[in-house]
Nanobody, 125 residues
Framework: QVQLVESGGGLVQAGGSLRLSCAAS????????MGWFRQAPGKEREVVAF????????YYADSVKGRFTTSRDNAKNTVYLQMNSLKPEDAAVYYC??????????????????WGHGTQVSVSS
């Protein structure tokens, strides 16, 4: 049974940092593109970042570019999202996702096969 379990969310002041982790079981992440998405109340789920299988390519939404960094440790079967200089508009439930798909378009949520249950990130102004 595949499980993606996010952790590391919480409440932080604007300008602060959080590091999210996504621990995978039931699959080997080295064969998956791993994505991070977020959904704020009343808004659609949106891509935050993704990282390719070997980690040589990363993508970031314009809204987080320069502040967030995703990385992966295939040996630990875990993906990370380092979030710095957090803003109130970053508050959302953050989800980890995995796809075996090829051909790009990994910024589309529909490309992903497995999802975690999410972790809440709150940012106070």
């Amino acid at each position: 049974q595949v499980q993606l379990v996010e952790s590391g969310g919480g409440l932080v002041q604007a300008g602060g940092s959080l590091r999210l982790s996504c621990a995978a079981s039931g699959l080997t992440i080295s064969t998956y593109v791993m994505g991070w998405f977020r959904q704020a109340p009343g808004k659609e789920r949106e891509v935050v970042a993704f990282i390719t299988r070997s980690g040589d390519v990363t993508y970031y939404a314009d809204s987080v570019k320069g502040r967030f960094t995703t990385s992966r440790d295939n040996a630990k079967n875990t993906v990370y999202l380092q979030m710095n200089s957090l803003k109130p508009e970053d508050a959302a439930v953050y989800y980890c996702a995995a796809t075996r798909g090829y051909g790009g378009l990994w910024y589309e949520a529909s490309r992903y096969d497995y999802w975690g249950h999410g972790t809440q990130v709150s940012v106070s102004s």
